[in-house]
C-alpha cells in the first residue's frame, strides 16, 4: 500500500464520518464526553483537531503555507475549543485542506524528500515526505476511532469507516489460475459432446 492509496481511502471515510455527524443533534457534537481532556473534550473538538493537524504538517511545514493561514478558518488550533464553530464550518474546512492535500499527491511529488520539522531551526530533525505523510494519516485514524467511541458513547452506532469496506476486492493470481482451469475444463468437455 501506498500514501497515495491510503490517502484516497482516508477521504472516503472522512466523508462518511461527516455524513454521519450532520445527523447528529449540535448538542451531543458538542457535549464534553471527555471531562479530563487537556484539549479536547467533544466530538467537534477532535474533528477540528485531525484538519488542523494536516493542514500544519501537510501545508505549512512541507508545503509552507496552511489553508488556515489564508484567512477563511484562522482560529486557535492549539486548543481549539471547536463548539463555538458549526459543524458545517468544520466540515467545510476539512474539505478544502483534504482537496489540496489531494492535489498536492496528485502532483506526485518526490515522497523520498526531506522536510524539516521546525522550519526556522536549521538543527531541526527532518523525516521524509512519505514519513509525515504517514503521521498525519495515522493521527487521524486514531481519532476518528476515539470519534466512533463517543458516538458510541451517545448511544448511536457508529459508521463503519474500516478500510475493508472501501478497498475493491482483487482477484488473486490462485483464483485467476483457478478460473483458468475452469474455463479450460468447460470447453473440453464442449468438445467432448
Known amino acids: 500500500m501506498n500514501v497515495r492509496e491510503y490517502y484516497t481511502y482516508l477521504s472516503a471515510a472522512r466523508e462518511q464520518l461527516w455524513n454521519f455527524l450532520r445527523a447528529l443533534p449540535a448538542e451531543e457534537l458538542n457535549r464534553n464526553l471527555i471531562e479530563n481532556g487537556d ?7 477532535l474533528l477540528l483537531h485531525v484538519t488542523d493537524v ?4 501537510v501545508h505549512a511545514i512541507a508545503r509552507g503555507g496552511g489553508v488556515q493561514q489564508s484567512g477563511n478558518y484562522r482560529h486557535d488550533w492549539i486548543k481549539p475549543d471547536a463548539a463555538q464553530y458549526e459543524l458545517g464550518w468544520i466540515i467545510e474546512y476539512g474539505r478544502e485542506v483534504s482537496q489540496q492535500t489531494q492535489a498536492f499527491l496528485d502532483s506526485e511529488p518526490d515522497l523520498n524528500q526531506s522536510v524539516k ?11 521524509t515526505l512519505d514519513q509525515l505523510m504517514w503521521h498525519v494519516m495515522t493521527h487521524e485514524v486514531r481519532h476518528t476511532a476515539q470519534i466512533a467511541l463517543l458516538i458510541r458513547q451517545l448511544g448511536h452506532v457508529a459508521p463503519w ?4 469496506r472501501f478497498v475493491r476486492p482483487q482477484v488473486t ?21
Open 173 to 193: 493470481a490462485a483464483q485467476n489460475s483457478g478460473a483458468d482451469q475452469e474455463a479450460d475444463t468447460d470447453t473440453d468437455l464442449e468438445d467432448d459432446l
Open 161 to 164: 469507516l474500516d478500510y475493508m
Open 54 to 57: 494536516e493542514d500544519h504538517w
Open 39 to 45: 484539549r479536547f473534550h467533544t466530538i467537534k473538538d
Open 117 to 127: 520539522l521546525v522550519q526556522d531551526d536549521p538543527a531541526s530533525d527532518t523525516v
